[in-house]
């Protein structure tokens, strides 16, 4: 079997890339290696989409997915952001999108193997684990199905750039340029109304709590970082916190919170970020990574039931599948887009994002981290391509851009677009 696009990730510029492909009249598979779609947004619990400007291109699949979303009651417009979603409802959204545009999934599929001629990709070999029958002449309750499938043109949308890796591309990412990881998770049992009512007297400070009642439900968002950038009205009760034993330092390092659509007395949070480790693509590294951050995520518990009037019930509903990784590869491709590139608001023959999403760099370090807000900028699908093969592009945070570029092209709106634009470019190569 030939593909015209095989596609291997099914994130949010995975997902992106293999419908609009599709949805272009090329034959198409998504390769996923969980059991569902959405990557960042459903495994990663990262929640709302970032808006990134009015100038926005290649939003199509964007605009579908929010689209559906809403017809399953899984989508609000909070602050004049349409793109809330429920996590669990985009994992359904998702699989009706790449149902209708005829776009063939293999879920829980790995990538063995990579054929390589004359510098182009000519097929990949997959690998998945079933669960059978006890086989007493195999001795092994399990079997692994390898398949090679043929393809024209390769998007590697993992994020670690699993494909490139494989095919020994060259990558420009440095070890000392680091950002924090972040487990994020929900809980449930919330009394909103009674929160929200603290909340709002408790923070007066509109540019960091916000509360709206959108379709008879209450949504509200709040945050605190260590950072003296701001007066944190917060600041008090974490600093309690940690003078009690309750919370460690590290943990008030950053908390961010918010409602979710479609699951009332929920509140999910973009934390713990991980600053006490420095976490890389190691399996060793991870796993620690894993277990500092499930107990951080405890200690959140108890503090916000100790803390936070209408939590005193709270429990912990889901903690994300995977690390909230914003830096990893990065692969060279036929252009490194730089931070002068992006601050010069460089125009470019081809591009495929433009945003104005700010440069925004996590830091374990307090008074370290960076927002630095920017104007309009382009990427070039140049950096979606790789120097070392032929056919093989990539869309999402491995892309070919330095680390400061990189801090603002990362997010999902992005990712997105990266996707959808790498998709009509290779139908235009292939028409």
């Given at each position: 079997m030939i593909y015209d696009v095989v596609v291997v990730g099914g994130g949010t510029a995975g997902c992106a890339a293999a419908y609009t492909a599709r949805m272009l009249g090329l034959k198409t598979l998504l390769i996923e290696k969980n059991i569902h779609l959405g990557g960042t947004i459903t495994s990663g619990l990262v929640i709302p989409v970032m808006k990134s400007g009015d100038s926005q291109i290649n939003t199509d699949f964007k605009e579908a997915l929010i689209a559906e979303c809403k017809s399953l009651g899984g989508q609000i417009t909070y602050q004049d952001n349409p793109a809330w979603l429920n996590p669990e409802i985009t994992k359904i959204a998702l699989d009706n999108l790449m149902e209708r545009a005829n776009v063939e999934v293999l879920f829980d599929t790995g990538i063995s193997g990579i054929e390589i001629d004359r510098n182009r990709i000519k097929s990949i070999k997959t690998s998945n684990e079933i669960l059978s029958a006890y086989n007493e002449e195999l001795g092994s309750s399990a079997e692994t199905l390898s398949v090679s499938i043929g393809a024209k043109y390769v998007v590697d949308a993992t994020g670690n750039c699993v494909v490139g890796k494989i095919c020994n591309c060259n990558f420009i990412e440095k070890k000392e340029e680091f950002q924090p990881v972040t487990l994020?998770?929900?809980m449930g049992g919330i009394d909103t109304k009674k929160f929200s009512e603290w909340l709002e007297e408790f923070d007066k400070d509109?540019?960091?709590?916000?509360?709206?009642?959108?379709?008879?439900?209450?949504?509200?968002?709040?945050?605190?970082?260590?950072?003296?950038?701001?007066?944190?009205?917060?600041?008090?009760?974490?600093?309690?916190?940690?003078?009690?034993?309750?919370?460690?330092?590290?943990?008030?390092?950053?908390?961010q919170i918010f409602t979710v659509p479609g699951m009332p007395g929920n509140v999910a949070f973009n934390c713990p970020r991980i600053v006490d480790f420095d976490c890389s693509l190691e399996v060793k590294d991870i796993s620690k990574a894993l277990s500092i951050a499930r107990q951080s995520i405890y200690r959140y518990l108890q503090f916000c039931r100790i803390y936070f009037p209408g939590f005193e019930k709270a429990y912990i509903s889901n903690i994300a599948d995977m690390l909230g990784i914003r830096v990893s590869r990065r692969?060279?491709?036929?252009?490194?887009?730089?931070?002068?590139?992006?601050?010069?608001?460089?125009?470019?023959?081809?591009?495929?994002?433009?945003?104005?999403?700010p440069v925004d760099i996590h830091s374990n370090k307090r008074q370290a981290a960076a927002l630095e807000a920017v104007e309009d900028y382009q990427l070039p699908i140049e950096s979606l391509m790789s120097a070392d093969i032929d056919n093989l592009f990539v869309a999402g945070r491995c892309l070919s851009a330095d680390f400061l570029a990189q801090g603002a092209l990362r997010v999902q709106s992005s990712c997105f677009s990266m996707g959808e634009g790498v998709a009509k470019y290779i139908a235009k190569l292939l028409n």
């Open positions: 994020r998770f929900m509109r540019n960091v709590t916000t509360i709206e009642h959108i379709d008879g439900h209450i949504h509200l968002s709040t945050a605190y970082t260590w950072d003296k950038n701001r007066k944190w009205a917060l600041e008090p009760l974490f600093e309690d916190a940690v003078k009690k034993g309750i919370l460690t330092r590290s943990d008030t390092n950053y908390f692969i060279k491709g036929k252009y490194v887009y730089t931070i002068e590139d992006l601050k010069s608001g460089k125009k470019f023959e081809n591009p495929v994002v433009i945003s104005n999403y």
